[in-house]
């Protein structure tokens, strides 16, 4: 019986040592396997920041900033001017029409809330700008609404109410009072005038008519080849300046947007990101102003008119 029994023994240990061995590659096998998705889990994550991006050079590589989505109704409602998909789950709440031959005086204003005799007239900026708003200079046709500059000795009010002579008149509009609103996407389709001394602008500004803050969604200056987008911020610090603009803006008509988020401001020219930030965000209700500024009493300045075909805001 001795004889089989060492068999049967270094047998059995062989057979004791096989798995054992099988059982430890499993084993070293599925702890590498964790290790992997621990260290892929830990590599910290890309972003489109230069200043992160830096920051992670030696440990991960950055992405590149996503394109703007140009099909993906699953996950939004495209605009058919904007190239710029609406987020969703949000909704339209601004949407007025251009229709007729009549400015909708109940959604639109035609001067600053602050003037003391808005059918007369109004201006803003004074030290700046040489215009004096008049409703006049404010029309609807063909679906458009058109604020026009014209250079010609106008009768207005100086800030203390005297009367006062301006070289130019022109056209503005405020959404105030009939919408204000915190937060959102506005999307403006417009043709801008060029010309010397015309600035135009479409903005938003405090409903509780404290300065700042203000969001200008696009400044032009004259024949400039660049649009300017600002945040203004504290005093008259701002943040922005002059963006990527690829084509002449008084050739034809183009798409101003902002997304107004909690924690970030965006801004967009036919859909593409020329500007964002996540300091200073405003915090309150504002509304939607467009006006053709002048700056110049020059000869032939003054004279342009800004062509709007829609004014929308989606919110949350």
Same mark, same amino acid.
């Given at each position: 019986? #001795?004889? *089989?029994?060492?068999?049967?023994?270094?047998?059995?240990?062989?057979?004791?040592?096989?798995?054992?061995?099988?059982?430890?590659?499993? !084993? #070293?096998?599925?702890?590498?396997?964790?290790?992997?998705?621990?260290?892929?889990?830990?590599?910290?994550?890309?972003?489109?920041?230069?200043?992160?991006?830096?920051?992670?050079?030696?440990?991960?590589?950055?992405?590149?900033?996503?394109?703007?989505?140009?099909?993906?109704?699953?996950?939004?409602?495209?605009?058919?001017?904007?190239?710029?998909?609406?987020?969703?789950?949000?909704?339209?709440?601004?949407?007025?029409?251009?229709?007729?031959? /009549?400015?909708?005086?109940?959604? &639109?204003?035609?001067?600053?809330?602050?003037?003391?005799?808005?059918?007369?007239?109004?201006?803003?900026? *004074?030290?700046?700008?040489?215009? &004096?708003? !008049?409703?006049? /200079?404010?029309?609807?046709?063909?679906?458009?609404?058109?604020?026009?500059?014209?250079?010609? *000795?106008? /009768?207005?009010?100086?800030?203390?109410?005297?009367?006062?002579?301006?070289?130019? #008149?022109?056209?503005?509009?405020?959404?105030?009072?009939?919408?204000?609103?915190?937060?959102?996407? !506005?999307?403006?389709?417009?043709?801008?005038?060029?010309?010397?001394?015309? &600035?135009?602008?479409?903005?938003?500004?405090?409903?509780?008519?404290?300065?700042?803050?203000?969001?200008?969604?696009?400044?032009? &200056?004259?024949?400039?080849?660049?649009?300017?987008?600002?945040?203004?911020?504290?005093?008259?610090?701002?943040?922005?300046?002059?963006?990527?603009?690829?084509?002449?803006?008084?050739?034809?008509?183009?798409?101003?947007?902002?997304?107004?988020?909690?924690? #970030?401001?965006?801004?967009?020219?036919?859909?593409?990101?020329?500007?964002?930030?996540?300091?200073?965000?405003? /915090?309150?209700?504002?509304?939607?102003?467009?006006?053709?500024?002048?700056?110049?009493?020059?000869?032939?300045?003054?004279?342009?008119?800004?062509?709007?075909?829609?004014?929308?805001?989606?919110? *949350?």
């Amino acid at each position: 019986m #001795r004889g *089989p029994l060492m068999v049967s023994a270094i047998l059995g240990a062989v057979l004791v040592l096989g798995i054992a061995l099988v059982a430890l590659t499993v !084993v #070293r096998g599925s702890s590498n396997g964790a290790a992997a998705a621990n260290v892929t889990n830990a590599t910290p994550g890309a972003t489109p920041s230069a200043k992160a991006s830096a920051s992670h050079a030696t440990t991960a590589k950055a992405k590149p900033k996503a394109s703007p989505k140009k099909t993906t109704a699953a996950s939004g409602t495209k605009t058919a001017a904007s190239l710029l998909t609406v987020p969703a789950g949000w909704k339209l709440a601004f949407d007025p029409s251009f229709s007729g031959t /009549q400015l909708d005086t109940g959604t &639109w204003a035609t001067c600053y809330d602050w003037a003391t005799n808005p059918s007369v007239g109004c201006d803003d900026n *004074p030290t700046d700008e040489k215009e &004096w708003y !008049v409703p006049s /200079q404010v029309n609807v046709s063909g679906g458009d609404l058109n604020l026009v500059a014209t250079q010609e *000795p106008t /009768q207005g009010l100086s800030t203390s109410g005297a009367p006062k002579t301006f070289t130019c #008149r022109s056209g503005m509009v405020t959404s105030k009072p009939a919408f204000n609103f915190t937060y959102g996407l !506005v999307q403006i389709t417009a043709k801008l005038p060029y010309g010397p001394g015309l &600035w135009p602008a479409l903005w938003l500004a405090a409903t509780n008519d404290q300065w700042p803050p203000e969001l200008d969604i696009m400044e032009h &200056w004259y024949s400039e080849p660049q649009m300017k987008v600002y945040d203004h911020t504290v005093g008259k610090k701002y943040l922005g300046g002059p963006v990527p603009t690829p084509a002449n803006l008084s050739a034809g008509f183009h798409t101003y947007s902002l997304l107004w988020t909690q924690d #970030r401001v965006t801004w967009y020219l036919d859909g593409v990101q020329v500007y964002t930030t996540t300091s200073y965000v405003p /915090q309150q209700a504002m509304y939607f102003i467009a006006n053709v500024a002048d700056d110049s009493t020059a000869a032939g300045a003054c004279t342009g008119t800004m062509q709007i075909q829609s004014v929308k805001v989606y919110q *949350p």
